[in-house]
């Protein structure tokens, strides 16, 4: 019984549902699905299982991952456009500070702090785990135990996982730039460290060549 349960699943069937609930495979499951495999997110609850499937898969994922790459490449050019305008309004003192805490405040408030609370009310989700869901998919994490759209007991508007995909487009963009600015904060400060710890060798050995008392010299009659 588990095999054929098994078997129906990865076949687009929802083994829970009765015979009116539409397949795993209909347009709106199968936009999701071709998010997740361009983003690399990989959930798993939905493979091709036919040959053909699989194959056309393979290829799929061959073009669509790196034009996908590019994409977020030039979406990440966006944002960083309008973070250069964000700056050239705010003419204080620290606004590069500003500017970054504007970025930070507005992309969390829209790609982490929202969205959890639209799946808690569509999914039935507490916050906490909507709000997991959310970070391990923008990570493209993706363990695959919680999936928006799964749940044989809720209706679900045609679009919604559809919307689903494109806001995961939207915030990997923004979670991508994210990762790089730590990054290269981290960066930062770990090269300042070091410029440091050089600095107090230089200065050490300096003392120490300093209180070094000079040696005697022999003068050598010529």
């Known amino acids: 019984l588990l095999q054929v349960l098994m078997e129906a699943w990865e076949k687009g069937v929802n083994?829970?549902?009765?015979?009116?609930?539409?397949?795993?495979?209909?347009?709106?499951n199968s936009f999701f699905f071709a998010g997740t495999v361009v983003t690399t997110i990989g959930y798993g609850n939905l493979s091709p299982s036919t040959v053909a499937g699989q194959i056309f898969c393979v290829f799929y994922a061959l073009f669509g991952v790196p034009l996908n790459l590019a994409f977020l490449n030039q979406l990440g050019k966006a944002l960083n456009a309008?973070?250069?305008?964000?700056?050239?309004?705010?003419?204080?003192?620290?606004?590069?500070?500003v500017q970054l805490a504007i970025f930070l405040t507005t992309g969390t408030l829209l790609f982490l702090v929202f969205p959890p609370l639209v799946f808690s009310y569509v999914e039935g989700w507490s916050y906490g785990e909507g709000f997991y869901f959310?970070?391990?998919?923008?990570?493209?994490?993706?363990f695959g135990d919680y999936v928006v759209g799964t749940n044989p007991n809720?209706?679900?508007?045609?679009?919604?996982?559809?919307?689903?995909?494109?806001?995961?487009?939207?915030?990997?963009?923004w979670l991508a730039l994210v990762f790089n600015?730590?990054?290269?904060?981290?960066?930062?400060?770990?090269?300042?460290?070091?410029h440091k710890s050089d600095l107090s060798l230089a200065e050490g050995d300096t003392t120490k060549l300093e209180d070094e008392p000079e040696q005697p010299r022999i003068h050598i009659p010529s």
């Open 82 to 97: 309008h973070l250069l305008t964000l700056e050239r309004w705010v003419q204080k003192p620290g606004r590069a500070q």
């Open 154 to 173: 809720k209706h679900y508007i045609p679009v919604y996982r559809s919307l689903t995909a494109i806001w995961i487009v939207f915030g990997l963009a």
């Open 15 to 28: 083994p829970e549902g009765n015979s009116t609930n539409p397949s795993n495979w209909d347009f709106s």
């Open 134 to 142: 959310t970070f391990i998919t923008l990570s493209t994490i993706g």
């Open 181 to 194: 600015v730590g990054a290269d904060l981290m960066e930062r400060y770990l090269q300042l460290k070091w």
